[in-house]
T-cell receptor, first 113, second 114 residues
Framework: GENVEQHPSTLSVQEGDSAVIKCTYS??????FPWYKQELGKGPQLIID?????GEKKDQRIAVTLNKTAKHFSLHITETQPEDSAVYFC????????????FGKGTHLIIQP | DTAVSQTPKYLVTQMGNDKSIKCEQN?????MYWYKQDSKKFLKIMFS???????INETVPNRFSPKSPDKAHLNLHINSLELGDSAVYFC?????????????FGPGTRLTVL
């Protein structure tokens, strides 16, 4: 089955700086890679996703890059703000609607004022 | 309007009891899921239901049984609760047939077994 590794487990950055979270996956059949943000006491919220036929996707301050050859994908957050503080999860699946997601173990992002 | 809702939000019970968690989605999605998040925040798939058929069961003990009365609901029944069942349980849903695989999660149910 799929295995997703995520690093770092905790990331502390100054407000206004950039944050980068990295993930690797093991199953070459995986073709859908979402990122979720989870705030305290809430469910995971989809913030951006990418499919394997695309190398990069951007949505305002958030971008995701995918290196299918190396089986790496990364989340980039620029101009970080206090409200970006949360736990971020990467995930992978084969993309079919019936497939569950395999999650990384999460990154606790702390934005220092 | 809430897209994926779960009840209850908190559930505290004794070992050995039987309990249920309810989930409803108003997105018109065909597939629903249950995930378990342990104390270390690790999220793991338990079940998925597509058009009322179970299509994934990730080695979950048979004390756990999903029940889907209709396409908009997927309830989770747990028999003979154990201490290790304490966790946050999330329901999710996604469209099928041409889907991008996007899954939308509910707010979670925190289960505490004493």
């Amino acid at each position: 089955g799929e295995n997703v590794e995520q690093h770092p487990s905790t990331l502390s950055v100054q407000e206004g700086d950039s944050a980068v979270i990295k993930c690797t996956y093991s199953d070459s059949a995986s073709n859908y890679f979402p990122w979720y943000k989870q705030e305290l006491g809430k469910g995971p919220q989809l913030i951006i996703d990418i499919r394997s036929n695309v190398g990069e996707k951007k949505d305002q301050r958030i971008a995701v890059t995918l290196n299918k050859t190396a089986k790496h994908f990364s989340l980039h957050i620029t101009e970080t703000q206090p409200e970006d503080s949360a736990v971020y999860f990467c995930a992978a699946s084969s993309g079919g609607g019936a497939d569950g997601l395999t999650f990384g173990k999460g990154t606790h992002l702390i934005i220092q004022p | 309007d809430t897209a994926v809702s779960q009840t209850p939000k908190y559930l505290v019970t004794q070992m050995g009891n039987d309990k249920s968690i309810k989930c409803e989605q108003n997105l018109g999605h065909d597939t629903m899921y249950w995930y378990k998040q342990d104390s270390k925040k690790f999220l793991k798939i338990m079940f998925s239901y597509n058009n009322k058929e179970l299509i994934i069961n990730e080695t979950v003990p048979n004390r756990f049984s999903p029940k889907s009365p209709d396409k908009a609901h997927l309830n989770l029944h747990i028999n003979s609760l154990e201490l290790g069942d304490s966790a946050v349980y999330f329901c999710a849903s996604s469209p099928t047939s041409g889907s991008l695989g996007e899954q939308f999660f509910g707010p979670g149910t925190r289960l505490t077994v004493l």
